[in-house]
């Protein structure tokens, strides 16, 4: 099972994993307060390409720029309160709002009094109605409810966001989520726990043409991909407000400081889950129904490149160097046991966070198959080589309900849905391009850049990196170099890639030309 945080203080078993070894202690039924949906926009904070919100009824003032930042523009020639006159960040190109000026910001302290129902970044989200009472139920009842659970609030949150859009509804065919659920107390004092759908993604394809050397281009749409970077996204926004400056908005933040150490943490019993519709692409569909353990490690790496899902030891250099080659959702699956999901520029200022448990929509592979592969392809061998705090961790893998359509319509087949915990509306993505379509409910600008792709994520970075006082951390004269500079986690992925190369597995594609890009 896996050790959820960094450490050797406060582990414990997730409790839908451990619950399968032990009866619950107390026999108290937990109850929740269920948050009723409203049909208007939900307030929001924005960020990293999101424009700023129209004024709320009865709320006229503006927020300070470094706590809801706005879009990058090209050549921002006025500033707002708040914001400060050095370091000067020059937002990236391609990723321009219009009228930027004209309209007014919802403030942070607005966000603190939504309305019943209303999803922020500050934690009103959805929640489970009851969960089975403990002491009463077994381990497998319980894993029951949380399966059951999860699907059922990452499909209320798709609907919900679709409304707007609904000729688009069919995407729901490859949903991803990712789901936080947190441990709290109710007004009777008995542990209950909250679950909330914080990013989400669809999509089943990736680009198949030319790098594209910018930054401004979303390579892999596969719908765990994209809800992957729409989580770091929604990261992004926590740590700002973990910085704001009012006391009330910062301990609202998932993460929290530790006296001895320089790396934020999530704070304890708060947990990730990921639901996917469609097990992930690449070996974890591969048919070994019972295959002996050793049989894992050998399972090849594989990559989409030209359009198609092949060995990555089989494509030539000529293709890695020029055209688009994006790793599989099985591939990097496993390597976030490792790594975490937080990426290389968020390692800069929190611990690595890992996936606790997996939903399967998709009832044609099995979770015991499909977790096999994810957690067994590296072996053991990996656990003693990685520099604190990255560990090597196991996903707790079940079968769920399939909430969407079997496959996508026509018109939906190559479009990508995004959206965070904050954000205003979905964004829809075209995946053969990887720029956002015309009419998609949001889009940054008129270059048509996605509010994922690196470039608005360096964005991102550096506006965090000026709130947290890491003035080092705005020096690095491209994205790659700020990236190498998180020297753990490059560390871990480099213990990882050499390892699938000792399983003769296959290399793992790097990006450095595509990542050399400058702010």
């Known amino acids: 099972m896996a050790d959820h945080g960094t450490g050797g203080e406060g582990k414990r078993l997730p409790r839908m994993a451990a619950s399968l070894m032990m009866h619950f202690a107390s026999d108290r039924e937990p109850t929740f307060g269920v948050h009723r949906a409203s049909l208007r926009p939900p307030l929001q904070v924005h960020g990293f390409g999101d424009p700023p919100c129209a004024p709320a009824e009865g709320c006229s003032s503006r927020t300070p720029d470094l706590l809801l930042p706005r879009a990058p523009s090209e050549n921002p020639t006025t500033s707002r309160p708040g914001t400060p006159v050095t370091p000067t960040l020059e937002p990236p190109a391609l990723m321009q709002d219009e009228d930027i000026d004209q309209l007014d910001c ?115 749409c596969h719908g765990i991909v994209t809800a992957r970077r729409a989580l770091m996204r929604y990261l992004y926004k926590q740590l700002l407000l973990f910085y704001s400056s009012e006391a009330e908005l910062s301990k609202r933040s998932i993460f929290q400081s530790t006296p001895t150490e320089k790396l934020l943490q999530v704070k304890p019993q708060i947990y990730l889950h990921l639901y996917t519709s469609q097990t992930p692409k690449g070996a974890a569909q591969c048919i070994l129904m019972r295959s002996q353990s050793s049989d894992y490690p050998s399972l090849k790496l594989q990559c989409h490149a030209k359009g198609s899902l092949i060995p990555a030891a089989f494509l030539p250099p000529s293709v890695w160097g020029a055209r688009i080659c994006c790793m599989s959702d099985s591939a990097k699956l496993t390597r976030w046991t490792v790594t975490g999901v937080q990426g290389a520029l968020l390692s800069h200022f929190i611990k690595p966070l890992y996936i606790t448990s997996a939903i399967l929509g998709d009832s044609r592979h099995h979770a015991e198959n499909v977790s096999n592969i994810i957690n067994k392809r590296l072996g053991t061998d990996v656990k003693d080589l990685l520099p604190p705090p990255y560990q090597q961790t196991n996903i707790f893998f079940q079968n769920g309900e399939n909430v969407g359509p079997a496959v ?81 986690y490059q560390n871990a ?12 597995a296959g290399p793992w594609n790097s990006k450095n030309l595509v990542d050399s890009f400058s702010r």
């Open 106 to 220: 919802l403030s942070l302290r607005s966000l603190a009094s939504t309305s019943e129902g209303e999803s922020t970044l500050l934690g009103q989200g959805d929640t489970a109605e009851s969960s089975p009472k403990r002491g009463t139920r077994t381990g497998v009842r319980f894993t029951e409810w949380h399966k059951d659970r999860v699907a059922a609030l990452c499909s209320e949150r798709f609907d919900k966001l679709l409304r707007e859009c609904p000729e688009y509804h069919s995407t729901k065919s490859c949903l991803a989520a990712f789901i936080l659920e947190r441990e709290v107390t109710d007004t009777g004092g008995q542990c209950c726990e909250h679950y909330e759908v914080v990013a989400l993604g669809t999509g089943q394809n990736c680009c198949s043409g030319w790098l594209c050397f910018t930054g401004s281009v979303v390579h892999d």
């Open 408 to 488: 996508s319509s026509d018109h939906c087949r190559d479009l990508s849905v995004n959206w965070c915990v904050g954000d205003s509306s979905i964004e829809i993505l075209d995946s053969t391009t990887g720029y956002a379509i015309s009419c998609s409910p949001f889009v940054s600008g008129p270059g048509f850049s996605s509010r994922l792709c690196k470039r608005a994520q360096y964005f991102g970075f550096r506006k965090v990196a000026v709130l947290s006082g890491q003035q080092d951390l705005l020096s690095f004269a491209t994205y790659r170099k700020a990236k190498v500079a998180a020297h753990l």
């Open 493 to 504: 992925k480099t213990v990882v890639n050499q390892q699938f190369m000792a399983n003769n």
